[in-house]
Structures are given as C-alpha cells and as structure tokens.
C-alpha cells in the first residue's frame, strides 16, 4: 500500500482532505437518487467511452474505486472474473455485501482514503465513477501512484475526476457540484509522473450547461518490455 506520504505531502493532510471530502457519503441521500440514473449513465456516458471491444480494456480482476452503494458495481459484475470493491466507509461496503449477497466473484476492502488494498499487479481494470470528481488533488494523486502499483502491466484505469479549477485552494463545495480543483491537463500531468500512459480524455459536460467541469480519462499502466 501506498505510504500516508505518496502525494508529496504528510500522512496528517492527506488524512484531513480524504476525511472533508469523505464525512460527505457516510448516509447520504444521494444513493438512492443516483441510482436512478444508472442506466442511462452507463449506456450514454460510459460504455462509449470505453469502447469495451475494441479498446485492450480486460475485466478479468476489476476494481471499483469508491464504490458507494454498489450501483456501479452491478454494471461491473457481468463484465467481470473478479470485482474487488473498495470504499471508505464500512456502511457502504455493508450495504454492497447486502447487494450481491455470497457472490463469490466480490470481495469488499475498506480503504484509509489514500491506498488500494490490492497486491502488487493484482487488478487488469481500476474503475472510478462519480466520485473521485470530489476527491482533493493530492488524493487523486495518491489514487494514481496506487493504480500504477495494482495494474497489471497493459492494464487500464478509467477515471471520472473534475474538469475544475474555478476554486484554487478552496473547498471543494464552493463549486455549484461540489468538484475539486483538478483539470484534463493536471490529471494527464499526474498520470504521467506516476508512470501511467493516458490513452485518451474526454470533457464531459455533466450539468448540462456547456461547462465540461468532468473528464473522462483512460490511462494505461505500460506493457512490461
Ligand atoms: C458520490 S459517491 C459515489 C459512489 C459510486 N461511485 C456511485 O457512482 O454510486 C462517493 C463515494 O466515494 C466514497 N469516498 C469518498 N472519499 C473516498 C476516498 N478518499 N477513497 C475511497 N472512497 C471514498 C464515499 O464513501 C462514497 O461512497
């Protein structure tokens, strides 16, 4: 697991941006709203920017960052061998257990907000959907070092994250969405330093209004030579 440390900052910070972010989704409401609109998020948004068949993505061992509730997760579950799910809060993972029952195919991990309890070259697909968009530019940071470590060489990671800096140094509920200060440009910078390729991006104009204030990423861990 990646060390309190890995973004460049201390253990103690880290720990104060997972936990602002984070008290957020212990039992929000917006798990039964969200829900709602999982069909048409996973057949309009997602699935045509994977392009499962033609782009190399392989779901033998999936992991679903941030998993909340499991809405995500159902989509995963028939695409994939293995479905690791992972989350910050025990609640959510409970109410993920409760979901999909003694599937032997899912296995729940509590993460500290900052690290991936996976093995080293454990996951061929890092999957995070709707949340890491709030998450503090030093988290995601942090997420990517630990999507280097867990992917297999040649696999990927799909990464919904904030297309916003409107708030530089702010909170991250300034924002009308409640989106952290993170860019295409900055993720694509990030990814890079933590030795992932980035395969493609796409701006994402979640409220509807011309702003794009997501992105889309898919990045790749480079195939071992
Ligand atoms: C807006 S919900 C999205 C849940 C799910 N991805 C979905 O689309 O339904 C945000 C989720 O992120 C989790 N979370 C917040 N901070 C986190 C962190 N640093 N690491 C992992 N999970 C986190 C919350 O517990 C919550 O389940």
Redesign the pocket.
């Known amino acids: 697991m990646a060390e309190a440390d890995s973004a460049g900052t201390g253990g103690a910070a880290l720990a104060d941006a997972?936990e602002a972010?984070?008290c957020w989704?212990?039992e929000?409401p917006?798990?039964a709203s969200?829900?709602r609109h999982?069909d048409e998020q996973w057949r309009g948004l997602i699935l045509p920017f994977l392009r499962l068949d033609d782009s190399g993505i392989d779901c033998a061992v999936v992991v679903?960052?941030?998993?909340?509730?499991g809405?995500?997760a159902a989509k995963l579950l028939p695409l994939a061998g293995r479905l690791h799910l992972?989350?910050?809060?025990p609640n959510?993972l409970e109410a993920c257990r409760r979901r999909f029952g003694a599937d032997p195919r899912v296995c729940c991990h509590v993460?500290n907000?900052?690290s991936l309890p996976l093995g080293d070259a454990e996951a061929t697909f890092l999957f995070?959907?709707?949340?890491m968009v709030?998450?503090d530019s030093d988290?995601v940071r942090a997420?990517l070092r630990e999507g280097r470590r867990v992917l297999r060489p040649g696999g990927h990671a799909f990464l919904h994250h904030s297309n916003t800096v409107a708030h530089p140094g702010g909170d991250f509920r300034s924002e009308g969405h409640w989106r952290n200060f993170m860019s295409r440009d900055l993720l694509a910078h990030y990814a890079l330093k933590e030795g992932l390729e980035v395969v493609r991006q796409q701006p994402v104009d979640w409220a509807g209004d011309g702003g794009f204030i997501d992105c889309f990423s898919l990045l790749r861990r480079p195939s071992a030579r």
Do not use: K, P, Q
């Not at 992972?86 to 809060?89: A, I, N, Q, T």
């Open positions: 997972v972010v984070g989704w212990i929000a917006y798990f969200a829900e999982m679903d960052l941030a998993a909340g509730r809405r995500t992972v989350d910050l809060h959510n993460t907000g900052w995070c959907f709707d949340a709030h998450f988290v997420y």
